[in-house]
């Protein structure tokens, strides 16, 4: 592990089955736009990552640059290349799915008054009618959530974030991975460090956001000295489709080392992949 001495400091370490991860640190991004605002980085030694506002005046720049030809513009560098860009197989079935569970439990909850009304039911007690109404809404109920369960951890897109900037400073390594709701809206989760991307016991998922992490004595000491700890950091993102931050994983170390992560609104904490299909590991 190393500690920089540059505002950004990070602890690195790997996760093997009997060590625990270490304190990184997020990117930070910065958009130039003139003449509106101009967001630039801001990274403390308690939390990285967040962005300020600040202005810049205008300065007049060549045609050229105002408005560079379609060729020139590139993809952001941040993101890997294409043909290393992981798509998920069963993303078209599970849509098609979701889809189906919808529409039964849509057509259960609108046909269900019928039974009430129909000439044919009206020898069957009121009680029974109830019942009947009950156990049809029930079984389609069930079944919709039990899709929705299955395939809410189902990655579709999952990219390489090259380390670069702060990044590189932690583990090297971060994640992007795109996963939709029963309704079918995309959830973008950035992980920015895959070192706390552990095995999980839920079924139907392969990784999950760890709980808590303990760090070597010989590491605690050290940062204590140079004052990175106690603090607090976000090891992930998830956002909608609007770009709209809808919740974070955040580890809080104490004075000993220990990491303890919360949920902080909604964010997505188990993946489910197809490890065998990735171009290259997570780590």
């Known amino acids: 592990m190393k500690l920089s001495g540059s505002p950004v400091l990070r602890l690195s370490t790997r996760l ?50 105002v408005n560079p030809p379609k060729e020139a513009q590139k993809a952001p560098a941040e993101l890997a290349p294409e043909d290393e860009v992981y798509h998920g197989p069963l993303t078209t079935t599970y849509r098609r799915l979701k889809i189906f569970s919808l529409s039964t439990l849509s057509l259960t909850f609108a046909v269900t008054p019928l ?4 000439e044919t039911t009206s020898s069957l007690p009121v009680v029974a009618r109830f019942a ?27 990219r390489w974030l ?8 932690g583990s090297g390594n971060a994640l992007e991975m795109t996963t939709y709701t029963l309704a079918w809206h ?6 920015y460090d895959t ?3 552990v095995p999980t016991s839920r079924p139907f998922a392969t990784w999950e956001l760890a709980e808590g992490f303990k760090l070597p004595e010989d590491e ?64």
């Open 195 to 197: 070192a706390f991307l």
């Open 16 to 65: 093997r089955p009997c060590q625990f991860s270490s304190l990184t640190a997020r990117r930070c991004l910065g958009t130039l736009s003139r003449p509106t605002p101009l967001l630039v980085p801001r990274c403390g030694p308690l939390f990285s990552g967040r962005r300020c506002m600040a202005t810049q005046s205008p300065s007049p720049l060549p045609a050229s640059e």
């Open 220 to 283: 605690v000491e050290r940062a204590r000295a140079e004052g990175l700890i106690p603090r607090e950091e976000t090891i992930a993102e998830t956002r909608n489709k609007a770009g709209e931050v809808l919740g974070s994983w955040v580890v809080s170390w104490d004075e000993n080392g220990v990491g303890t992560c919360r949920q902080i609104g909604k964010v997505v904490r188990y993946f489910n992949v197809h490890q065998e299909l990735l171009s290259r590991p997570i780590r």
């Open 162 to 169: 090259k380390p670069e900037g702060a990044q590189a400073a």
């Open 132 to 158: 009947l109404a009950g156990m049809a809404m029930a079984a389609s109920g069930v079944s919709t959530a039990l899709v929705a369960w299955v395939g809410r951890p189902y990655v579709a897109t999952l």
């Open 115 to 118: 039974i009430f009304i129909i």
């Open 186 to 191: 995309q959830r973008i989760t950035t992980v």
